[in-house]
């Protein structure tokens, strides 16, 4: 008999999710994502001037607004056959970039490592660090205080297998503590080009209203160079130790094994080449990313609007009471498969294209390293990892574009708005692949669809009754206890989702 | 622990940011030693929320964000930050609520026209936001969303959104209220305010409920770009120097004070990079499609009237 079990909710990632499994033999048997929080962005954009569109769509997401600012200016360029400078280029990657590494610190130490360091080993602390022993002191005096749940946040958690090395342990608190003053410094580096974050104020069509100065340039590669440090000497070894100390998470949540990249980081020069590039693996095939292949389906989802419409023809009518549907999160599909997106997807279609080698040789130090195959990055512990690689990877190529910029010249281009007009904009957030499709009638908005990178990862079943990438990913875990599922968390959290980006 | 030299350093940081001076410090370093030996419960809840102003409270960086949990506070549930998930989650929040004397935190509206458009541990957002309010010391709305009801009321607002201290009034909840608008708030003015609230009461508000440290003068008036106002100095595009105003800026009817405090540790914000303020932390932020927050579409659409 199989055991259902509830988690709700998810805590540690964006927003509102919650997940039931069902439980079989100490192992998952069947999985289901609901996503449950709506806005009806799409709906509230319509009829409004297009320039407010990078704006109010940045308020999808507060963790990576930028990428919803970059799809929007995006898309606006294409409407508008607005051209940007390369200064203008220059500052979105840079923006996004530090957005980007932002984001992934959070994930991996704020959200995700708890589910594996044990935060208890801080009472045996006996070193001289003070961040550490105020940590210390404060576990102490909450244990012995009488409160209700004591700890919090920190504590209470799963029971279940932790991390032992008590070397390892007090490495990763530490780094978890240094971790929030790296990831405001990646905001702080942002914010240099675009005025203030979360919600960039600089970002439009035709390239950014910042001025570059000289000034400006060195702050950035200065903070830049600090955190590109923290990456490369705490965020890359912990993930390694980490891993090291569970291989059986190579082995674990791997998911339906297609990935989808739509590509991002533009190149400054006139190409629509971007370093991170577009694709799609099914069965380990590589073909070409061609958008017309995307439709969202709505069986299973809070939505009375016709199912399997192409986004440029997206509707998101609600319909919270409707019969059999369990998530506000709609079924992406591409060429009717289900698609994996996120730093995985982008380090697997980047390793079989080959191109770029710069991100090749970053994957292979990583598979030498840890004596893994690429077949194994294809699960929990594979996802931190190229959630890691890439962080590194950022961090270098935004220490480049840096010194690319030219101060003084113009990172703006004039552009007007035609009566109608259509526009996609596709780039990636660090969630993943991200499009905004815009149609314009009477120099308003008439339709805008946002399909976003947890849209695709969380979604609920489709019309084929094919569960979601997550869904799938949960199959087969191992629970040893249904009354802490531990090892389904892990596995939801690599994915890192954000329901506020995925239902918008 | 940290020494007393530390302490008084970040009780002189917090002072300054509240804008009392230094002969607040002694009062100050007296409510953080508060904070942390009797560190008063906070259980923030997020409605339909981008966690924005989560991110921007984990920028704060006098005191930090380690700081903030381990001394002045005691963060009982956070879905962002809580090891704590599922039913074990949601026993924290509902004994928070039962043992009472906590303030509460919420981020992001009320779909008070659709409760199934946000839920949490199978309850809709609306319901619980009101049951913890009527248990609540206070309630603190963080972010123009709480604050006003934000993006998701906007015109069209589909899933009937409002403001959390709206939301409590119609159904008589009496309890001290406190709005932080903002898109996101400032996470000085989160921490300020929660500090102010905790040590000194309720700080003095303005007649939206507004603290008036952090409110009380329009942007425009502590603009950078001001000269440029009055001289007539304009811009007429996108990255122009001189005064944003005919490009839709709506510093002048924006009370908040980022052209004085600046974002991100005093990196940047809105006007000096650029962008028009938008004026997020009003009360009519994005409500109107008739109100445009870039005026660029009206200036192009004359230039081509005077072509014709």
Same mark, same amino acid.
């Given at each position: 008999?199989?055991?259902? !079990?509830?988690?709700?909710?998810?805590?540690?990632?964006?927003?509102?999710?919650?997940?039931r499994v069902?439980i079989?033999?100490?192992?998952?048997?069947?999985?289901?994502?609901?996503?449950?929080?709506?806005r009806?962005?799409?709906?509230?954009?319509?009829?409004r001037?297009?320039l407010?569109?990078?704006?109010? @769509?940045?308020?999808?997401?507060?963790?990576?607004?930028?990428?919803?600012?970059?799809?929007?200016?995006?898309?606006?360029?294409?409407?508008?056959?607005?051209?940007?400078?390369?200064?203008?280029?220059?500052?979105?990657?840079?923006?996004?970039?530090?957005?980007?590494?932002?984001?992934?610190? $959070?994930?991996?130490?704020?959200?995700?490592?708890?589910?594996?360091?044990?935060?208890?080993?801080? $009472?045996?602390?006996?070193?001289?660090?003070?961040?550490?022993?105020?940590l210390?002191?404060w576990?102490?005096?909450?244990?012995?205080?009488?409160?209700?749940?004591?700890?919090?946040?920190?504590?209470?958690?799963?029971?279940?297998?932790?991390?032992?090395?008590?070397?390892?342990?007090i490495?990763?608190?530490k780094?978890?503590? #240094?971790?929030?003053?790296?990831?405001?410094?990646?905001?702080?580096?942002?914010?240099?080009?675009?005025g203030?974050?979360?919600?960039?104020?600089?970002?439009?069509?035709?390239?950014?209203?910042?001025?570059?100065?000289?000034?400006?340039?060195?702050?950035?590669?200065?903070?830049?160079?600090?955190?590109?440090?923290?990456?490369?000497?705490?965020?890359l070894?912990?993930?390694?130790?980490?891993?090291?100390?569970?291989?059986?998470?190579?082995?674990?949540?791997k998911?339906?094994?297609?990935?989808?990249?739509?590509?991002?980081?533009? #190149?400054?020069?006139?190409?629509?080449?971007?370093f991170?590039?577009?694709?799609?693996?099914?069965?380990?095939?590589?073909?070409?990313?061609?958008?017309?292949?995307?439709?969202?389906? $709505?069986?299973?989802?809070?939505?009375?609007?016709p @199912?399997?419409?192409?986004?440029?023809?997206?509707?998101?009518?609600?319909?919270?009471?409707k019969?059999?549907?369990?998530?506000?999160?709609?079924?992406?599909?591409?060429?009717?498969?289900?698609?994996? !997106?996120?730093?995985?997807?982008?380090?697997?279609?980047?390793?079989a294209?080959?191109?770029?080698?710069?991100?090749?040789?970053?994957?292979?130090?990583?598979?030498?390293?840890?004596?893994?195959?690429? #077949?194994n990055?294809?699960?929990?512990m594979?996802?931190?990892?190229?959630?890691?690689?890439?962080?590194?990877?950022?961090?270098?190529?935004?220490?480049?574009?840096?010194?690319?910029?030219?101060?003084?010249?113009?990172?703006?281009?004039d552009?007007?708005?035609?009566e109608? $007009?259509?526009?996609?904009?596709? @780039?990636?957030?660090?969630?993943?692949?991200?499009?905004?499709?815009?149609?314009?009638?009477?120099?308003?908005?008439?339709?805008?669809?946002?399909? !976003?990178?947890?849209?695709?990862?969380?979604?609920?079943?489709?019309?084929?009754?094919?569960?979601?990438?997550?869904?799938?990913?949960?199959?087969? @875990?191992? !629970?040893?206890?249904?009354?802490?599922?531990?090892?389904?968390?892990?596995?939801?959290?690599?994915?890192?989702?954000?329901i506020?980006?995925?239902?918008? | 622990?940290?020494?007393?030299?530390? =302490?008084?350093?970040?009780?002189?940081?917090?002072?300054?940011?509240?804008?009392?001076?230094?002969?607040?410090?002694?009062?100050?370093?007296?409510?953080?030693?508060l904070?942390s030996?009797?560190?008063?419960?906070?259980?923030?809840?997020?409605?339909?929320?981008?966690? *924005?102003?989560?991110?921007?409270?984990?920028?704060?960086?006098?005191?930090?964000?380690?700081?903030?949990?381990?001394?002045?506070?005691?963060?009982?549930?956070?879905?962002?930050?809580?090891t704590?998930t *599922?039913?074990?989650?949601?026993?924290?929040?509902?004994?928070?609520?039962?043992?009472?004397?906590?303030?509460?935190?919420?981020?992001?509206a009320?779909?008070?026209?659709?409760?199934?458009?946000?839920?949490?541990g199978?309850? /809709?957002?609306? +319901?619980?936001?009101?049951?913890?309010?009527?248990?609540?010391?206070?309630?603190?709305?963080?972010?123009?969303?709480?604050?006003?009801?934000?993006?998701?009321?906007?015109?069209?607002?589909p899933?009937?959104?409002?403001?959390?201290?709206?939301?409590?009034?119609?159904?008589?909840?009496?309890?001290?209220?406190?709005?932080?608008? *903002?898109?996101?708030?400032?996470?000085?003015?989160?921490?300020?305010?929660?500090?102010?609230?905790?040590?000194f009461?309720?700080?003095?508000? +303005?007649?939206?409920?507004?603290?008036?440290?952090?409110?009380?003068?329009?942007?425009?008036?502590?603009?950078?770009?001001?000269?440029?106002?009055?001289?007539?100095?304009?811009?007429?595009? =996108?990255?122009?120097?001189?005064?944003? =105003?005919?490009?839709?800026?709506?510093?002048?009817?924006?009370?908040?004070?980022?052209?004085?405090?600046?974002?991100?540790?005093?990196t940047?914000?809105?006007? /000096?990079?650029?962008? /028009?303020?938008? *004026?997020?932390?009003?009360?009519?932020?994005?409500?109107?499609?008739?109100?445009?927050?870039?005026?660029?579409?009206?200036?192009?659409?004359?230039?081509?009237?005077?072509?014709?």
């Amino acid at each position: 008999m199989a055991k259902t !079990v509830i988690i709700d909710p998810i805590s540690r990632i964006e927003g509102h999710l919650a997940v039931r499994v069902e439980i079989e033999s100490k192992a998952v048997k069947n999985a289901y994502c609901s996503g449950e929080m709506f806005r009806g962005f799409e709906v509230i954009l319509k009829g409004r001037d297009p320039l407010d569109a990078q704006q109010i @769509t940045q308020r999808i997401c507060g963790v990576c607004p930028v990428s919803h600012g970059i799809a929007s200016v995006l898309a606006q360029d294409m409407a508008y056959r607005a051209s940007v400078p390369s200064n203008g280029k220059l500052a979105r990657n840079l923006i996004l970039g530090a957005n980007y590494i932002q984001s992934h610190l $959070t994930h991996f130490y704020h959200l995700s490592a708890l589910d594996f360091i044990d935060i208890q080993a801080i $009472t045996g602390y006996l070193g001289k660090d003070p961040a550490l022993n105020e940590l210390k002191d404060w576990v102490k005096v909450q244990i012995s205080s009488g409160q209700v749940y004591p700890g919090a946040p920190f504590l209470p958690r799963y029971l279940g297998g932790y991390v032992k090395s008590s070397d390892l342990n007090i490495t990763a608190i530490k780094h978890y503590l #240094e971790a929030f003053d790296f990831r405001s410094m990646a905001q702080r580096a942002g914010a240099i080009f675009c005025g203030k974050l979360p919600h960039a104020a600089s970002l439009v069509p035709g390239g950014v209203t910042e001025k570059i100065d000289s000034q400006k340039i060195l702050a950035y590669r200065t903070l830049m160079q600090q955190i590109r440090t923290f990456i490369v000497q705490a965020y890359l070894p912990d993930v390694m130790a980490v891993a090291a100390s569970f291989p059986e998470y190579f082995r674990m949540g791997k998911g339906c094994g297609n990935f989808l990249a739509f590509g991002v980081f533009r #190149e400054p020069s006139g190409s629509q080449n971007t370093f991170f590039p577009s694709g799609t693996l099914v069965d380990g095939r590589l073909t070409p990313f061609n958008p017309d292949f995307i439709r969202e389906y $709505t069986q299973y989802s809070l939505f009375s609007s016709p @199912t399997g419409l192409e986004p440029s023809k997206g509707e998101s009518q609600p319909d919270p009471k409707k019969q059999g549907a369990y998530s506000w999160i709609k079924a992406p599909r591409y060429n009717g498969q289900v698609m994996e !997106v996120g730093p995985l997807a982008r380090i697997l279609v980047s390793l079989a294209d080959g191109k770029n080698q710069t991100i090749v040789r970053e994957i292979n130090n990583f598979l030498k390293d840890t004596g893994q195959k690429p #077949e194994n990055m294809v699960s929990v512990m594979g996802r931190h990892a190229a959630r890691a690689i890439e962080c590194k990877l950022v961090a270098d190529q935004c220490l480049e574009w840096v010194e690319q910029l030219i101060p003084g010249r113009s990172a703006f281009t004039d552009f007007e708005i035609p009566e109608s $007009t259509e526009g996609i904009g596709l @780039t990636e957030a660090p969630r993943g692949a991200l499009g905004h499709w815009l149609q314009i009638r009477d120099k308003k908005i008439s339709r805008y669809q946002c399909v !976003v990178p947890t849209t695709w990862n969380c979604s609920p079943r489709d019309d084929q009754g094919v569960p979601g990438p997550v869904e799938q990913a949960l199959v087969g @875990t191992p !629970v040893s206890d249904d009354r802490n599922p531990l090892e389904a968390t892990r596995v939801v959290r690599s994915f890192d989702p954000c329901i506020a980006c995925a239902v918008h | 622990m940290i020494s007393r030299r530390e =302490f008084l350093d970040y009780s002189a940081r917090l002072a300054l940011m509240l804008g009392l001076g230094t002969s607040a410090v002694p009062r100050i370093s007296e409510a953080l030693e508060l904070l942390s030996s009797e560190a008063p419960p906070v259980l923030w809840l997020q409605g339909q929320s981008c966690s *924005g102003c989560s991110v921007s409270f984990m920028n704060t960086d006098a005191p930090g964000p380690a700081a903030m949990l381990l001394r002045y506070l005691s963060l009982k549930f956070h879905s962002t930050l809580s090891t704590a998930t *599922g039913d074990v989650g949601m026993d924290i929040v509902h004994s928070t609520i039962e043992r009472g004397g906590f303030y509460l935190v919420v981020e992001g509206a009320m779909p008070v026209g659709m409760p199934e458009a946000c839920k949490m541990g199978h309850e /809709p957002m609306t +319901d619980l936001v009101a049951r913890a309010a009527a248990r609540a010391k206070a309630v603190v709305s963080v972010g123009t969303c709480a604050a006003y009801g934000g993006i998701p009321s906007a015109q069209n607002n589909p899933t009937g959104a409002m403001g959390v201290p709206e939301h409590l009034k119609r159904l008589n909840i009496s309890t001290t209220m406190v709005r932080i608008p *903002g898109c996101p708030a400032h996470p000085d003015w989160t921490v300020g305010t929660l500090v102010h609230i905790i040590k000194f009461g309720m700080p003095e508000l +303005d007649n939206e409920l507004r603290p008036k440290l952090f409110y009380s003068k329009l942007i425009h008036e502590r603009c950078h770009r001001f000269a440029d106002y009055e001289r007539e100095n304009f811009a007429k595009q =996108f990255s122009d120097d001189g005064c944003l =105003f005919k490009l839709g800026c709506v510093g002048t009817n924006t009370y908040a004070d980022c052209t004085l405090r600046f974002w991100n540790s005093r990196t940047n914000s809105c006007i /000096p990079s650029g962008g /028009p303020c938008i *004026g997020c932390a009003s009360e009519q932020f994005a409500s109107k499609a008739s109100f445009p927050f870039y005026r660029k579409t009206e200036s192009a659409n004359k230039k081509e009237d005077n072509r014709s």
